[in-house]
C-alpha cells in the first residue's frame, strides 16, 4: 500500500524582474514518486537542485510566491489545503533542516509535551533517554543544545508524535560519523515501529546506510527510483548512466569525476 503518491508535480515560482515584468521559473518539473507505508525513502541530489521544495510542497508549506501543480495523494486521498490541517504535525510530521524550528522561549520537554495528554509525559521522558537524551536535556532551551541534540530532540519528536509518514529535510548537516550513524539508527527504530520515512539528502552514504529505495534528483526531475541493493557493485545494476557515474565518483569506486558538460550530456 502506498501512504504517498505523488503524481506528475511540477513547483514554480513567479519572480518580478526590472520593475512589475513577472516572469514564472520551473524549478521542478514532472515528478512522480510513491512512497510504501513501512519503507525508507532517501532523495538524494546535490545541492540547489530543488530537492527540498519536494518536502515543502507536500506539507503546503511553499513561499508565498511558489505553487505546485499535479497531484500529491496521502493514504488514496488528495493532500489538500483541509487534509493538510487535520493530519499536519499529527499523521506526517516534519523534521526541517534547520534546528531554527525549535521554539527558542520553550524548555525541550515543555515543546515535546505541547501536543502530548498529562499521561504521555512519562513516555516523552522514556523516548528522550532512549534516544540519548539525558535528563538535564528537558530543562535545556534549544540555544543549549548542540547540533546533534538538537537533531536528537527533532527525531525524537517525530516518534513521540505518534506520525505514520516523517518527512526529514537534511538530517545530518555537518555531523561527524558517529552522530551520523545514531541518527540513521534512531530512524531505523521508527521503521521498525512501523513508521514511513522520507529523506531528503545530499549526503549519499548516509542514503545508502539508511534507504529501502533511493530516488536520484537532478535539475528539477527524479531521474531514478531503484531499491539501495541496485546501489552496490559499482552501480552496474542502475539504469541511468548519471546514477551509475555518480556512485563510481565515491571514493571507495575509483573517485571518477566527470565536468559539468559531461553531467549534463548523461541527464
Known sequence: ????????????????????????????RNLDLNLKKGEIMAVFGASGSGKSLLAHAILGLLPYNGFYEGEVCYKGKILDENLLEKVRGKEIFFIPQTINSLNPLLKTAKQARLTLKRSDYKRQEEVYRNFGLGKEVDKMYPFELSGGMARRVLVADAFLSGAELIIADEPTPGMDKKATDEIIAYFKDLKAAGKTSLIISHDINMALALAD??????????IEVSPVEAFSNGGEDLRNPYSRMLIKALPENGLTLLSKEEVEGLC
Not at 1 to 15: A, V
Not at 213 to 222: L, N, P, V
Open 1 to 28: 500500500m502506498n501512504i504517498l503518491e505523488i503524481k506528475n508535480l511540477n513547483i514554480s515560482f513567479f519572480q518580478y524582474q526590472k520593475g512589475l515584468e513577472r516572469r514564472r521559473l520551473d524549478v521542478v
Open 213 to 222: 529505495r533511493i530516488a536520484i534528483f537532478y535539475d528539477g526531475r527524479i
